[in-house]
């Protein structure tokens, strides 16, 4: 799954077709697009300058207008901060200048709070966003944040909020796949900082996809199962949609439904608590081609649960609560890179903790600009291993997941750089005797 840059580029570049493909322009789209940049004393201005001028870039190549795309930009600090709302520029130039000259503001990387602020401007008429209008929140982030980030991304995409995710740094992968909306490979790129420039058009296709009128979104979810909606794309004589539904992680306990050309919404029920759900609409047409919609939703904590969480619960119903597990087991929280060689590399982490020993190690190392990935199973009681077949000159991104009893994973991810390889060296001309002999 590491090469995700390339699938990204090659599904965006596909869907991005299909909106040709259906005959509208791209100034037919309307939606309300907010840029959130990690702005903390966490970012380098170095960095931070890289970002800045990638999201420019990608600004410019947007549809933007007063009856088309809008954009906001919006800074991850110690206290959320609006550069611009979404009513103030009218065209993707503009948009472009004001990122450019955009500041940087230090402080904290307090992003739960940002994202709290950013689902209250993406639904707010005094800050230009508009009702009714596909809502997209592109994400740039060095990996790290001081508050937690899960709680206020859900409430966003519980909301109908597509979410991209950027990462230039070190991350979780596990926690950045659940915070980016379905499927991961489209929503979720690790690039380093100075190749930002290789995503721009797949980014570009994937919000553009994104803002067509035709959104499958979720709501009155429960802690045992959720409504879902979508506009109407087909007609009862025109064809039919297949509704799927399973489990994040188990694929293969698949629940299906079919549903008439003119339903327009459905509602799950008998779920498990807490738990991810991946969904997928997928329109059957006798007339013309349409793309399948996908989404991921999470149930709310249980009863036990959400006691468990509470003051004051002390029966065996709290002990049990399924929030205790990811409390008490920590995975490995910092990687080493070193020994870096052309073709080789050791990565070393501290141990995962927890009251139940990590039953062991999976490493998984790919280059960033995408291509084959490799894994290495680490057992547990050790915590290091060297990488080789590696190329030359090249940046990776090494993940480290330590898995426990519980079935639960953690992860943590590091970007690493393989040094150039020694030149080849012509080969030394040999001295000759007189007459033109070799000795």
Request: glycine share 10%.
């Amino acid at each position: 799954m590491l090469p995700w840059t390339v699938i990204g580029l090659a599904l965006s570049l596909r869907l991005a077709r299909s909106g040709a493909e259906r005959g509208l322009p791209a100034s037919a789209l309307q939606g309300d697009l907010l840029f959130l940049l990690d702005s903390s004393a966490s970012v380098s201005h170095y960095e931070f300058s890289r970002v800045r001028e990638f999201l420019g870039q990608l600004a410019a190549l947007l549809p933007v207008g007063p009856g088309a795309l809008r954009a906001s930009l919006v800074h991850v600090g110690s206290q959320p901060h609006t550069e611009f709302p979404f009513s103030q520029h009218s065209s993707g130039s503009a948009v472009q200048d004001a990122i450019r000259a955009a500041a940087q503001r230090m402080g904290d990387t307090n992003t739960g709070l940002a994202l709290a602020y950013a689902k209250e401007q993406l639904f707010a008429k005094a800050a230009g966003a508009r009702p009714g209008v596909p809502k997209v929140l592109v994400w740039v982030t060095d990996g790290g944040s001081s508050d937690p980030v899960g709680p206020p991304m859900q409430e966003l995409k519980d909301l109908g909020v597509t979410v991209f995710i950027v990462s230039t740094g070190r991350g979780n992968l596990l926690e950045l796949s659940a915070a980016a909306s379905a499927p991961a490979e489209k929503h979720l790129h690790f690039v380093d900082v100075d190749d930002l420039h290789i995503i721009t058009q797949a980014l570009r296709g994937s919000i553009l996809d994104a803002m067509w009128p035709q959104q499958l979104h979720a709501s009155e979810v429960t802690s045992s199962g959720f409504r879902l909606a979508w506009p109407s794309l087909l007609m009862a004589d025109s064809g039919y949609y297949v509704l799927e539904l399973a489990p994040s992680t188990d694929p293969g306990a698949a629940r299906r439904q079919q549903l008439p050309g003119n339903a327009t919404g459905w509602a799950w029920t008998g779920l498990d608590p807490d738990t991810d759900y991946d969904v997928a609409l997928v329109p059957e047409s006798n007339v013309r081609l349409l793309r399948s919609q996908h989404l991921r939703v999470r149930t709310l904590p249980g009863e036990a649960g959400r006691r468990a969480g509470g003051a004051g619960g002390t029966g065996p119903a709290e002990r049990r609560g399924p929030l205790l597990p990811r409390a008490e087991e920590t995975g490995p929280e910092l990687i080493v890179v070193s020994h870096t060689r052309p073709r080789s590399l050791r990565v070393s982490w501290a141990p995962a903790l927890g009251p139940d020993a990590a039953l062991g190690y999976h490493v998984q190392v790919g280059p960033l600009r995408g291509g084959a990935a490799q894994s290495v199973e680490v057992p547990a009681g050790e915590n290091s291993t060297t990488l080789q077949g590696l190329a030359p000159g090249t940046a990776y991104l090494v993940t480290v997941t330590a898995a426990f009893r519980s079935g639960r994973e953690r992860a943590l991810s590091a970007k690493a750089c393989t040094p150039e390889g020694e030149r080849s060296r012509a080969p030394r001309p040999q001295p000759q005797r007189p007459g033109g002999r070799e000795p």
